[in-house]
């Protein structure tokens, strides 16, 4: 019999792949969603992508309740919690989504400590911001976010408490050996439907001209074949327990991912922001406009993510950033979101 691996928030755009991946090699996999009138997309976006999902099930479950975790855990011999809130536009209070993000990760890791493995997506934002940075940094797998940083946005606050306090139940409950955590830069790549995230939108609101210029910030890039790839290869690598995988690939400017869009569609290049604005003036901005506020503390800096180690780990590589936002541009125009 096949092994039943539980993938928590399988709607989401990273959760979509890793349970295809997860059922082209054989597995079986039950994945959470809060609403089960979702399922019926979710069940035909992995059908369509060449997913068997006679061997796919689905339990309801929300990371702001204890009920049902036990329940989804049960009897599965790995677990892959994905479910995280990641807005689109950040809240006022920089604590406003850590109850979900950390009280909810608890809760799934309580459910499934007994589980043979447990794989847990973080964020390159857990590891990569602190006070003084110099303008080029290489992000280890040693480095934790300073969380209490003022300028961090809610959402790094969240992903940066969650982790820490899943490791701290991890070691206190003697299963950390069991415990990774994959933790991707920002994921681009091909959606399997029209339920992008976040992380796309950016690749969709510069094709659609919705920033007339753009601040001077770097961000590492990976394509999210390459984030469920990991996934599913520290699921079956017992050598990465107790590890943090950094999940990226070359680092770009925003402008960078500008150029690379207009080099590709020159038909749109008059809607695509080729102005950079001064970082002294975005600062001035983020005083009224929270998206400009969340993007403050990555302004001239520029990260480069260590991963050769998971390379040699897993042997995951990691295909160039320009693949990973050309095949996410050619997947939303064919989903006509462009």
């Not at 402008?255 to 569609?265: E, I």
Request: charged share 25%; proline share 7%.
């Amino acid at each position: 019999m096949a092994e039943k691996i539980l993938v928590t928030g399988v709607s989401g755009f990273i959760a979509k792949h890793v349970a295809l991946l997860l059922l082209q090699r054989g597995y079986e996999v039950r994945g959470t969603i809060r609403a089960l009138n979702k399922a019926i997309q979710v069940k035909k976006s992995i059908e369509d992508a060449g997913g068997d999902v006679s061997r796919l099930s689905f339990v309801a479950a929300d990371l702001l309740s204890d009920e049902g975790w036990d329940e989804a855990a049960n009897g599965c011999a790995g677990v892959m919690h994905l479910a995280s809130p990641l807005p689109t536009s950040q809240p006022r209070d920089r604590h406003a989504l850590t109850p979900a993000a950390r009280d909810g990760a608890l809760r799934v890791i309580k459910a499934a400590h007994k589980a043979d493995r447990i794989i847990m997506t973080s964020s390159i934002a857990a590891m990569m911001y602190r006070p003084n940075r110099p303008a080029e940094i290489t992000v280890t797998e040693s480095d934790w976010t300073d969380i209490d940083w003022p300028p961090l946005s809610p959402y790094v606050v969240s992903k940066t408490a969650a982790e820490s306090d899943v490791w701290d139940m991890a070691v206190g409950g003697g299963f950390k050996h069991r415990l990774t955590t994959v933790n991707p830069s920002l994921v681009l790549g091909p959606p399997l439907d029209d339920d992008i995230g976040a992380s796309l939108d950016l690749v969709r609101l510069f094709l659609k001209g919705a920033y007339p210029a753009i601040p001077p910030a770097y961000f590492p890039i990976v394509d999210v074949r390459d984030v469920a790839a990991l996934h599913v290869r520290a699921l079956e690598t017992p050598e990465t327990g107790g590890r943090r995988l950094l999940a990226s690939a070359d680092t770009m400017s925003l402008k960078n991912v500008a150029d690379v869009l207009r080099d590709a569609y020159p038909e749109r290049a008059a809607k695509i922001p080729s102005r950079v604005l001064p970082a002294w003036l975005v600062r001035v901005l983020a005083l009224f406009d929270r998206s400009l506020a969340s993007v403050t503390p990555d302004l001239d800096v520029k990260p480069t993510a260590d991963t050769a180690y998971v390379t040699a780990l897993t042997g995951v590589t990691f295909r160039p950033a320009r693949e990973a936002i050309l095949d996410s541009t050619s997947a939303l125009m064919r989903l006509k979101m462009i």
